[in-house]
């Protein structure tokens, strides 16, 4: 008699937009379809998903979506007197400090056996991460239940990156065809790039400084093609082309495009040369696209965001020429600070005939390890089991 597939529960509130709900529903995605998990995504604002998944319903409580029972988590769940032991799920997963709700937790403790209970925590590359990845925390009040802490990264000794089994074969073959590459700028922008066209996506928050970036590529030796989706960046560009959403400035022309689906995203990221990104989920699939990019990394009141940006660029520049080094990090920091690139970005720009290599060898390495759903579902059902 077949066993009925394991039940998962993953909490997620939004914090950063669209990262936090990008990365629980890439995850959730991936334990449904790719390890035969029953999963439920509890989202507290359904919008999001509907925004990079156009077939949620953001008025429905419950729905199914690529395999995922997606349902609201609002107030009602939190304030629950009590939920029986038989609704909680083998393997409960919060994502991002977020908590799971009380009366949840009380259920979890009454239910025998115990959930598994991780706290999927943010993407970091500092170095303490590899000592508090899949540590233990016993909860003080309900003492039987134990959360263990997840830590996704850039080393064998973390959890690793989210990439579904198919998505490396997907990117190759797509760079690999000028045709398919064609219809998809066609269906973009309405346009080809010209030979030779610098290709430049454009993601990012508000405090970047958009203006100096485009000014300083019209001075590009060639031709460039900026994409921004809709946000921050395209409002930008939309200001610097006086009011227009679509223009061109001596050599450079510049797209504002309705924002994009995660799929679709994917395929800009593949089809650049160059990729502006901001938060988590953004970030990790540029680095899937093996294209050099600049990370605009989301603000911190207490600016940690600097630590956990220095580590990541000592990490990816490691075993880069110093000069080529030294010039992704200035346009790196410069950026994420909202200083004039006059100078950093054509730097930059000389130097990508080394970086992109770079880009391309880091892709690789990140990729000969265990990707994030994999780890999770080898640790919760060999590790924790």
Not at 322 to 345: C, F, I, M, Q, S
Request: hydrophobic content about 45%; glycine content about 6%; proline content about 6%.
């Amino acid at each position: 008699m077949a066993s009925h597939p394991e039940r998962w529960d993953i909490f997620c509130r939004v914090v950063d937009n669209y990262g936090d709900v990008g990365v629980a529903w890439r995850l959730a995605r991936c334990l449904a379809r790719e390890h035969a998990k029953h999963v439920r995504l509890f989202l507290d604002d359904l919008t999001v998903l509907a925004r990079l998944r156009p077939d949620a319903d953001a008025a429905l409580a419950a729905q199914r979506i690529d395999s995922v029972d997606v349902r609201r988590w609002d107030e009602a769940l939190d304030e629950r007197e009590t939920v029986p032991p038989g609704e909680v799920a083998d393997v409960v997963v919060e994502t991002f400090g977020c908590d799971t709700p009380e009366p949840y937790v009380r259920a979890m403790a009454a239910r025998i056996p115990h959930p598994r209970w991780i706290n999927l925590e943010y993407l970091s590359a500092e170095e303490w991460v590899e000592e508090s990845h899949a540590l233990p925390s016993p909860h003080p009040r309900y003492a039987p239940l134990t959360r263990h802490f997840f830590f996704p990264g850039f080393t064998s000794r973390t959890g690793g990156l989210l990439r579904e089994r198919d998505l490396l074969g997907r990117r190759d073959a797509f760079q690999a065809d000028r045709a398919t590459q064609a219809e998809f700028w066609r269906s973009l922008t309405g346009a080809v790039p010209p030979d030779g066209a610098l290709k430049v996506s454009l993601f990012g928050y508000s405090a970047a400084p958009y203006w100096g970036l485009l000014e300083a590529m019209t001075r590009h030796a060639g031709p460039v093609w900026v994409v921004a989706p809709e946000g921050a960046a395209s409002a930008a560009v939309t200001a610097w082309l006086h009011g227009r959403p679509h223009g061109e400035r001596g050599t450079l022309q510049a797209f504002t495009v309705a924002f994009l689906d995660q799929d679709r995203y994917d395929e800009l990221l593949w089809a650049c040369d160059i990729n502006f990104v901001r938060g988590e989920d953004s970030f990790v699939r540029a680095q899937w696209a093996a294209r050099p990019f600049v990370w605009h990394i989301y603000p911190t009141d207490d600016g940690a965001h600097w630590v956990k940006l220095g580590a990541f660029l000592a990490r990816y520049t490691a075993g880069m020429d110093r000069a080529h080094a030294a010039r992704v990090t200035a346009l790196w920091e410069g950026w994420n600070r909202g200083e004039p690139v006059a100078r950093t970005w054509p730097a930059f720009d000389a130097a990508l005939g080394a970086v992109s290599p770079h880009a391309e060898d880091w892709a690789a390495r990140l990729a000969a390890q265990p990707d994030l759903a994999t780890q999770l579902a080898n640790f919760t059902d060999n590790v924790l089991k």
